[in-house]
């Protein structure tokens, strides 16, 4: 090793990396706001951190919750919410996706599983037992029609039957999952998961005698369905300022703003090849800005060939060829910009579902995507 090169055990890879994902709590208390506007004041909010809240900040996200009032978190596994209770999170945190290897690390962190199978049911009693509890605290899925997870409506009995031989746990929470909760056109197949959760949540009252907390409407269904909030509400991609509609849109606003720089301009002839695979080829003279950003990110190569596009000096310029593993570029042709100027990929400025639109996907995958590579920047706007 040369004498003058000194080791660092922890780089600090936001002082490297020249692109940024800003995440602004102002606009996610916001969101919340606007969200618990359309409840009944009785109704609790459960607020969806899943997928590192949408891959902004799980951490982060969650004590602003925490301080702002809401009732419930979710994440999909039982290693999410550990790292939150890890993190000092002490709100009830529903786990939506556990497995049965996992139920026993739910209860030592006092996780409240959602449990929706006969297997996973039976195994979740078990593990009580041997843990002895008393009453702990579980919700019921069942499927209305996303045929994805959950029980079926004949398994009332069954169910029933499996709890009243056990004292170590208590239903909590029934909950369901819209399928096209956004969609006007499927409004008839929506409302048709409406009655059957009310439906199958009657018998289970009947049966066990008391009233647990029944959620069922996710973001869209919150905008769309304000009739069924029951109990509580779920919420997920609202909170981060999209809300799968223009008209909704226009009230959230985005929490991530994913912003990077130029790092070279190229002025090409007609002819010339940009990439690899010579993807793209110049039809005329262009400027071409390349990005310090890639599929390694989490800008894929289907935001190459024109379906990506970014903004920069007020206007919307195209990805061009393909997208590398670290490095992108845009056609800047009569644009007026320089090395180092800002540009932003997606943000309040350029929404991230327009941005996806362009490949063809959402801006859940989009969100979701942003590698943990990218420096995560935490702002508050509203301070």
Same mark, same amino acid.
């Given at each position: 090793?040369?004498?003058?090169?000194?080791?660092?055990?922890?780089?600090?890879?936001?002082?490297?990396?020249?692109?940024?994902?800003?995440?602004?709590?102002?606009? #996610?208390?916001?969101?919340?706001?606007?969200?618990?506007?359309?409840?009944?004041?009785?109704?609790?909010?459960?607020?969806?951190?899943?997928?590192?809240?949408?891959?902004?900040?799980?951490?982060?996200?969650?004590?602003? $919750?925490?301080?702002?009032?809401?009732?419930?978190?979710?994440?999909?596994?039982?290693?999410?919410?550990?790292? $939150?209770?890890?993190?000092?999170?002490?709100?009830?945190?529903?786990?939506?996706?556990?497995?049965?290897?996992?139920?026993?690390? =739910?209860?030592? *962190? =006092?996780? +409240?599983?959602?449990?929706?199978?006969?297997?996973?049911?039976?195994?979740?009693?078990?593990?009580?037992?041997?843990?002895?509890?008393?009453?702990?605290?579980?919700?019921? @899925?069942?499927?209305?029609?996303?045929?994805?997870?959950?029980?079926?409506?004949?398994?009332?009995?069954?169910?029933? +039957? %499996?709890?009243?031989?056990?004292?170590?746990?208590?239903?909590?929470?029934? #909950?369901?999952?819209?399928?096209?909760?956004?969609?006007?056109?499927?409004?008839?197949?929506?409302?048709?998961? $409406?009655?059957?959760?009310? @439906?199958?949540?009657?018998?289970?009252?009947?049966? #066990?005698?008391?009233?647990?907390?029944?959620?069922? %409407?996710?973001?869209?269904?919150? #905008?769309?369905?304000?009739?069924?909030?029951?109990?509580?509400?779920?919420?997920?991609?609202?909170?981060?300022?999209?809300?799968?509609?223009?008209?909704?849109?226009?009230?959230?606003?985005?929490?991530? *703003?994913?912003?990077?720089?130029?790092?070279?301009?190229?002025?090409?002839?007609?002819?010339?090849?940009?990439?690899?695979?010579?993807?793209?080829?110049?039809?005329?003279?262009?400027?071409?800005?390349?990005?310090?950003?890639?599929?390694?990110?989490?800008?894929? *190569?289907?935001?190459?060939?024109?379906?990506?596009?970014?903004?920069?000096?007020?206007?919307?310029?195209?990805?061009?060829?393909?997208? =590398?593993?670290?490095?992108?570029?845009?056609?800047?042709?009569?644009?007026? =910009? @320089?090395?180092?100027?800002?540009?932003?990929?997606?943000?309040? +400025?350029?929404?991230? +579902?327009?941005?996806? *639109?362009?490949?063809?996907?959402?801006?859940?995958?989009?969100?979701?995507?942003?590698?943990?590579?990218?420096?995560?920047?935490?702002?508050?706007?509203?301070?």
């Amino acid at each position: 090793m040369p004498k003058n090169l000194t080791p660092i055990a922890n780089p600090d890879l936001s002082q490297e990396h020249p692109t940024v994902l800003e995440i602004d709590l102002g606009a #996610l208390k916001h969101n919340l706001q606007v969200l618990k506007s359309r409840l009944q004041q009785k109704t609790k909010f459960l607020a969806v951190v899943k997928a590192f809240a949408y891959g902004s900040d799980a951490l982060k996200i969650a004590q602003t $919750l925490e301080e702002e009032g809401v009732d419930y978190l979710a994440v999909a596994y039982t290693s999410e919410g550990i790292a $939150l209770r890890d993190g000092g999170i002490r709100l009830p945190i529903l786990v939506l996706h556990p497995q049965p290897d996992q139920l026993s690390r =739910c209860i030592d *962190r =006092c996780l +409240e599983p959602s449990i929706y199978s006969p297997r996973l049911l039976r195994a979740f009693v078990k593990t009580a037992e041997e843990k002895q509890q008393t009453d702990y605290p579980i919700h019921l @899925k069942f499927n209305t029609g996303l045929n994805r997870l959950g029980f079926w409506e004949n398994d009332v009995d069954r169910v029933n +039957e %499996l709890l009243q031989n056990t004292r170590s746990t208590k239903v909590k929470g029934l #909950l369901s999952h819209l399928a096209a909760s956004d969609d006007p056109a499927e409004k008839e197949f929506t409302q048709a998961q $409406l009655k059957q959760f009310e @439906k199958i949540g009657k018998e289970l009252v009947e049966k #066990l005698g008391y009233q647990p907390l029944r959620h069922l %409407l996710n973001s869209s269904g919150i #905008l769309n369905y304000p009739e069924a909030q029951f109990e509580m509400v779920r919420s997920g991609i609202a909170l981060y300022g999209y809300g799968n509609a223009p008209e909704f849109d226009a009230e959230l606003k985005p929490l991530g *703003r994913l912003r990077t720089v130029i790092s070279q301009l190229h002025k090409i002839e007609p002819g010339e090849s940009v990439g690899y695979n010579r993807a793209y080829k110049a039809e005329a003279y262009q400027l071409i800005a390349t990005l310090p950003l890639g599929h390694a990110d989490g800008i894929g *190569r289907q935001y190459g060939h024109g379906k990506g596009q970014v903004w920069l000096q007020g206007q919307l310029a195209p990805i061009i060829g393909n997208v =590398c593993m670290d490095m992108l570029m845009v056609d800047v042709t009569g644009l007026d =910009c @320089k090395e180092g100027d800002p540009v932003i990929v997606f943000g309040p +400025e350029h929404s991230a +579902e327009d941005f996806a *639109r362009g490949a063809g996907t959402i801006s859940y995958e989009l969100l979701t995507g942003i590698s943990s590579r990218v420096p995560r920047q935490i702002i508050d706007s509203t301070r």
